[in-house]
């Protein structure tokens, strides 16, 4: 338990949450297939951390509305780099949704100049390739520019002297530079996956780009992310999520996989289901393909990765009635778990299951629309989903000891 309590000390006793009398706390755990052995990967690493300040671990949290927001995710990213000094990470991936006329998440800012069209994996008939972020923006003008600032009133300080700019695997496009402002660097390309990195002399918290033509050819250029890294020991939560997407969505994204693994991730969360099972035709042998196919392709490409399925809060089905589907769902994601070392999250069961949704309504964990849960909801859910991989964690510890 050492090593645990070494961490406890950097915040207040992290197992602490808010109490209500309608939520079952006995379900505040992850549920892990035939398997667990693959996660002690992840606990071996956050050890290092903890007592050598050594090691890192990149999370990928993948889902819709709820990630697009980075709400749920943006508290377990806090959690998870407070839990003891020398785990702050970077903040990881950040999309520009406002070129996409939607919401941004509130740790960063974005502005930009140009005209811009944007993509997203919920568009059904779409003509444009995607990749990392589920969405791309494009523009023609060679003279656009961009800015990603941290937002100065986050409580954890995300400056970067990496940048990875993610954009669509071609070669005919126009050049991304860095503003001279930002110091001296060097640069790398990789043009086969769509990634150009620059290492900066100097730490940033404002990435301010530029494009610049350099070639005949070149004619636009196509954006899929941004990811905002630095060289430190810690870890690191990267968030995706488009509003409305499935794992049809994701499945979709051609170039998703591939660059999946620039980010090295040790730990994909993934964050489906109520775009996925709002439907009356709803099929579990289908659900679990999908989600079998979104498995096998980051495993492909990440074979080390480990996976918790977060099932989500029980909900209405087209706003009418509370929706069965959820539970079958879960059944689909236990079944996946025992197949891939996986484990699972059942917020629908720490709720209270099928209806559970009125009551969350009635205390203001859930929006009007008995679909989406507000702002107190989403925390309070993160900060169980923290303390249930806490709990593995100090089961990791005590094992150890054993020894």
Known sequence: MAALCTGISAQEYPYD??????V???KVRLIFGKDSTRFNRIYAKLDSMILLGKSSISVVQIGGSHTQADVFSNQ??????????????????VFPYKMCKSNNPTNYSVKYSGIWNACRNVEWKRSCELGISGASATTSDSTASIIVSMNPRNPIKYDFNIVKVFTAPHVD??????????????????DSLGCTTFIFRKYQDVASFRLRKTSDNQNYFTLYGISLENDNPGIT???????GASLVSWNACEHFARQLKLLKPDWVV???GVNDGNSVNFNPQTFYSRYDQF?????????????????PNDYYLLR?????????????????????????FSIYDIMGGLGSCNTWVSHKLMQPDKIHMTGTGYNFTANLFFNAFLKTYDNYIQNKLRK
Do not use: W
């Open 76 to 93: 377990m990213r806090y959690r998870l780099q407070t839990l003891h000094p020398g785990l702050v990470g970077s903040r990881g991936l």
């Open 320 to 344: 009418r009635r509370p929706n069965p589907a959820v539970a079958l769902e879960q059944e689909q994601m236990l079944r996946l778990a025992d197949k891939y070392g996986a484990s699972v």
């Open 295 to 311: 498995m096998q392709s980051v495993l492909k490409e990440c074979p080390d990765v480990v996976f918790t399925l977060i099932v």
């Open 17 to 22: 949450v808010t109490q209500y009398n309608f």
């Open 173 to 190: 496009m126009y050049d991304i530079e860095p503003v001279p402002e930002m110091g001296p660097y060097s640069v790398s390309r990789i």
């Open 237 to 243: 939560y990267h968030a995706m999520g488009i509003n």
């Open 270 to 272: 993934g964050f489906f």
């Open 24 to 26: 079952d706390y006995s």
